[in-house]
């Protein structure tokens, strides 16, 4: 192996990135082992005060000059299409615990970032998902498993740093890399969802991966034209 091989830094990681305190955490514990980070936050319609994300991801840019970037993707159309439609019939199939719109959020997410991925060279996507915080249905293993092996079918890794990682405090690691720990992110209508049955949510989202694979495919396929 030669020496130009040796010291080629690893690709960087997409980071799911609200300005909170989890996914703040996340990527001062990925910059500080020396990965490079695109923080990605997105549009869907139903926020406001966008901007605070950027101004969050701000104090990480300035902290690690050179190695994190943001950008602002919009899922507007997506998140429509896959959650907000078809909602009514979700509700009455799946909502015996809850509204599951904020599980379709993130899948619309998750598809949007994989193409940003692709389109990018990155191979692996991040989250700061916690196991005891699975009264949100998108952190639970019923949602990680299958994005997790959607993400998978597309070449990238989905990481979960913090899951089943009690020892990790979001704190902490905020505080250590001299980053405000204090959330400061947008607000969203469908914000505050959490959910009281998760028996819904694999069934949910299996139902949502046939056109979640669609719009990536056609994505792709719209790259490679215009290539």
């Known amino acids: 192996m030669g020496t130009r091989a040796r010291r080629a830094r690893p690709s960087p990681v997409a980071v799911l990135f609200s300005g909170g305190t989890d996914s703040t955490a ?5 910059l500080r082992r020396g990965r490079a980070t695109r923080l990605l936050t997105f549009d869907n ?21 050179g190695l994190c970037t943001w950008e602002l993707l919009d899922s ?12 009514v019939e979700d509700v009455k199939r799946f909502g015996g615990g ?5 599980c379709g959020c993130k899948l619309a997410m998750l598809c949007k ?20 915080q699975d009264y949100y249905p998108e952190q639970t ?15 990238i890794r989905y990481l979960h740093p913090f899951w089943e990682r009690p020892e990790l405090k979001q704190d902490a690691i905020v505080l250590e890399g001299a980053v405000p720990p204090a959330p400061i992110q947008p607000w969203c209508l469908f914000g505050c969802n959490p959910i009281l049955d998760k028996t819904s949510i694999g069934p949910y989202v299996e139902s949502k991966l046939p056109r979640m694979r ?11 034209k215009r290539g």
């Not at 996340?26 to 990925?30: D, E, G, K, Q, R």
């Not at 507007?76 to 909602?87: E, I, S, W, Y």
Request: positive net charge.
């Open 76 to 87: 507007t159309a997506l998140f429509r299409d896959l959650a907000v439609v078809p909602m």
């Open 214 to 224: 669609a719009y990536v495919d056609a994505a792709l396929r719209q790259k490679k």
């Open 113 to 132: 970032t994989i193409v940003y991925c692709r389109r990018h060279g990155i191979r692996e996507i991040a989250d700061g998902f916690q196991k005891g």
């Open 26 to 30: 996340v990527a001062v514990h990925l």
């Open 98 to 102: 809850g509204n599951l719109v904020c």
């Open 45 to 65: 319609g139903a926020e406001k005060w966008l901007e605070l994300a950027g101004y969050k991801a701000g104090f990480i840019q300035r902290r690690f000059p």
């Open 141 to 155: 293993q019923d949602y990680i498993a299958p994005a997790d092996r959607f993400a998978r079918a597309y070449g």
